[in-house]
Structure formats: structure tokens, C-alpha cells
């Protein structure tokens, strides 16, 4: 999984005021835990476009005066009008113990029942997986192979070795449904 460097700089005063004078110098309160110290510190707003913006998930190597640390973003808290980041937490990595987190689904190959005139229909872009830091995969990926008109993949049909999707296994990833095309056509050969 790909990495992203981010520094900081620690925060001496811990509070709302302290807060909102950070976030007025473009700068977001953050803190990091899971370690054997939680760490308040503040990020540059900048910096954090390229691991909140983008489709992928990625590690974060911290570095907060000094002190270096591999991470996953754990929440984030947006402003309700401006859609500013807010706060940021960072959850420490370790090696030996498992993390849940969000991982996006890709669908790889060609559905025969989208080839015939059905409609593809994603309803979960993204699955909760359950593995040690080294084993979590960049995406999960589905194949579209053997997707017929009215079939679907579910969350339990997936099986993988270095980790667990905790996603409730009835939920339905991707389906082909009938289009409005294909009913009228079927109904036409049916007179």
C-alpha cells in the first residue's frame, strides 16, 4: 500500500481557543493514538489534500518534531458549511495487531449480461477489511466475468487469505439488473 510523508508540529496548549487560532492559520488540530501516547499536534491544511481527496487508501508516515510514526487516517470532522477539515485523527500502526478500515472496490472484466443490453449497478463502492498493516490490500477487487442479466455478487461469495471483509456477507456489491431496453425488446419477441 502506498505511503504519503506528512510533518507537524506539536501543540503546546490542548482547547477550543487553541483550535480555532490553528484552523484560522490554516492549520488543522490533529491527534494520534493507538500508540503508547496520544500525540496532539497540527497539520498544514495543504498538506492533507492528497490523503483526504483521492479514491485510494493510503498509509501515512508521520513526523511530528521528530518523533516518527506509520499511521491510517482513523476520522475526519468536516465543517458543516465550508467543508473545511476540521479535526484529523490518526490511529499508530502496529504490525502484530489487525485494522479495519475502508478499502475501494474494483470491478475488473466484462459482464456478459451488461453485454446484452443489461444495466450495471454498483451498490458498494467501498468494504470495510479486516488485516495486519503489511497484508491490507490497495483495493478489493471483483470480477464481472460470469455476471449474467438478474445475477449478483455478494459480500460472502468474496474469499481472500490475508484478510477478512466484515461487511455483512447479504449485502450486494454489484448486480446486473434489466434495462428499460431489454424489457421493451423482450416484450416485443413475447407478441
Known amino acids: 500500500m502506498k505511503s504519503i510523508a506528512i510533518s507537524g508540529s506539536l501543540r503546546e496548549n490542548v482547547g477550543?481557543?487553541?483550535?480555532?487560532?490553528?484552523?484560522?492559520?490554516?492549520?488543522?488540530?490533529?491527534?494520534?493514538?493507538?500508540?503508547?501516547?496520544?500525540?496532539?499536534?497540527?497539520?498544514?491544511?495543504?498538506?492533507?489534500?492528497?490523503?483526504?481527496?483521492?479514491?485510494?487508501?493510503?498509509?501515512?508516515?508521520?513526523?511530528?518534531?521528530?518523533?516518527?510514526?506509520?499511521?491510517?487516517?482513523?476520522?475526519?470532522?468536516?465543517?458543516?458549511?465550508?467543508?473545511?477539515?476540521?479535526?484529523?485523527?490518526?490511529?499508530?500502526?502496529?504490525?502484530?495487531?489487525?485494522?479495519?478500515?475502508?478499502?475501494?472496490?474494483?470491478?475488473?472484466?466484462?459482464?456478459?449480461?451488461?453485454?446484452?443490453?443489461?444495466?450495471?449497478v454498483q451498490k458498494l463502492r467501498s468494504l470495510r477489511v479486516k488485516a495486519l498493516p503489511q497484508d491490507l490490500p490497495q483495493f478489493v477487487e471483483v470480477s464481472l466475468a460470469a455476471l449474467e442479466v438478474g445475477k449478483s455478487v455478494r459480500v460472502g461469495e468474496l474469499k481472500f487469505n490475508k484478510f477478512e471483509i466484515s461487511n455483512n456477507p447479504e449485502d450486494t456489491i454489484v448486480s446486473v439488473?434489466?434495462?428499460?431496453?431489454?424489457?421493451q425488446a423482450e416484450q416485443e419477441a413475447g407478441k
Not at 497539520?43 to 508521520?62: C, E, G, K, M, Q
Not at 439488473?177 to 424489457?183: D, E, Q, Y
Open 16 to 120: 477550543k481557543r487553541d483550535a480555532k487560532e490553528l484552523r484560522y492559520e490554516g492549520k488543522v488540530p490533529a491527534v494520534l493514538y493507538g500508540g503508547k501516547n496520544q500525540l496532539h499536534f497540527s497539520v498544514v491544511a495543504s498538506d492533507l489534500r492528497d490523503l483526504i481527496y483521492t479514491p485510494d487508501v493510503n498509509f501515512v508516515d508521520l513526523d511530528v518534531a521528530g518523533s516518527k510514526a506509520k499511521a491510517i487516517v482513523q476520522d475526519i470532522q468536516f465543517h458543516p458549511l465550508t467543508e473545511k477539515i476540521v479535526h484529523i485523527d490518526f490511529l499508530e500502526l502496529n504490525d502484530k495487531k489487525p485494522v479495519i478500515m475502508q478499502v475501494p472496490v474494483k470491478l475488473t472484466g466484462t459482464s456478459p449480461g451488461v453485454k446484452v443490453g443489461g444495466k450495471l
Open 177 to 183: 439488473t434489466m434495462s428499460r431496453a431489454l424489457k
